[in-house]
C-alpha cells in the first residue's frame, strides 16, 4: 500500500523581529508515493515555509492545521523521526558540516533511518554508484560535507543522499537555483531515478519552469499570499512560462 502525505489547512507562523507573522494561512495539499507535485509562484508567497515546516524547522510554528503521514501526526515528531518516517528535505542553500566527512554522513543517515548500519561493501558500492550516475568523483566521498564545495556540487551532493537514503517523499526546496544547464540535466536525472527506483513522492518548490522540461510534474499548484490561488495539470506551468503571475497578484 502506497503512502500519503497529507496538509490539512495549514497555518505557520514565523518569529520576526516586529512579532509572529503568519506565512501559511490555510494550506491544503495531498501527495501520495509516486507522484509528482510542483509548487510554484511569486517570491515571499510561503514556498519555502511550507517545505521547512514539513521538515520540523523550529524557526517555523505551526499554530492550526496538520500535516499527516499515513495518518499519522508530523508536526509531533521531531526533525530526526520524520526522516525515520521517510520524509527528506533537499534544502535551497544546504549547510556545510566541517569535519564530517560525506562517506561517514551518508552511513550513519543511513543506519539512523534504517536502524542497522549497512554491510560496507554492499553500501560502497552503492555510494561509488550513485556518485557515478550524478558526475560525482569519488575523492567527493573522502571531503567534509559540503565544505568548499560549489552550489552546483552542493546540489549534486543532496541528490546523492537522496537517491542513498531512499525516502517516501522528497521535499526539493529550489534544486534549481543556481545550476548551469549541464547540472540541472543531472540533477534533474538523479530524481527521477529516485522516483522510479524507489516510487519517490516528489514536492518539487520552483520559480522557474525549466526543471519541468526534465521532471514532468503530474500536479501543478500556485502559491500566493501564504495559500493555494490555482492548481492543475503540467499546462498550468506553461501557463504561468507564458503570463507569469500579475494575475494571481492583482486577485490577491
Excluded: C
Aim: hydrophobic fraction near 40%; aromatic fraction near 6%; proline fraction near 3%.
Amino acid at each position: 500500500m502506497s503512502s500519503v502525505l497529507e496538509i490539512k489547512d495549514l497555518h505557520v507562523s514565523v518569529e520576526t523581529d516586529q512579532g509572529a507573522k503568519e506565512i501559511l494561512k490555510g494550506v491544503n495539499l495531498t501527495i501520495k508515493q509516486g507522484e509528482t507535485h510542483a509548487i510554484m509562484g511569486p517570491n515571499g508567497s510561503g514556498k519555502s515555509t511550507l517545505a521547512y515546516a514539513i521538515a520540523g524547522h523550529p524557526r517555523y510554528e505551526v499554530t492550526s492545521g496538520s500535516i499527516l503521514l499515513d495518518g499519522e501526526e508530523v508536526t509531533e515528531m521531531g526533525v530526526d523521526e520524520r526522516a525515520q518516517a521517510g520524509v527528506f528535505l533537499a534544502m535551497q542553500y544546504p549547510v556545510e558540516i566541517p569535519g564530517v566527512t560525506n562517506a561517514n554522513f551518508l552511513r550513519t543517515a543511513k543506519t539512523a533511518i534504517d536502524g542497522e548500519a549497512p554491510a560496507i561493501r554492499t553500501w560502497m558500492g552503492e555510494v561509488r554508484e550513485a556518485m557515478k550516475n550524478l558526475r560525482m568523483d569519488e575523492s567527493f566521498a573522502a571531503r567534509n560535507v559540503n565544505e568548499g564545495f560549489s552550489g552546483g556540487e552542493k546540489k549534486r551532493n543532496e541528490i546523492l543522499q537522496l537517491e542513498l537514503l531512499k525516502p517516501k517523499f522528497a521535499v526539493l526546496d529550489e534544486t534549481d537555483s543556481g545550476l548551469d544547464v549541464d547540472a540541472l540535466k543531472i540533477v534533474s536525472e538523479g530524481v527521477n531515478r529516485a522516483k522510479e527506483n524507489s516510487d519517490l513522492g516528489v514536492m518539487l518548490i520552483t520559480d522557474y519552469t525549466r526543471i519541468l522540461r526534465y521532471i514532468k510534474p503530474d500536479f501543478v499548484h500556485v502559491f500566493v499570499d501564504g495559500k493555494i490561488a490555482e492548481q492543475g495539470g503540467p499546462e498550468l506551468a506553461d501557463r504561468l512560462e507564458a503570463e507569469g503571475y500579475d494575475r494571481f497578484l492583482v486577485d490577491a
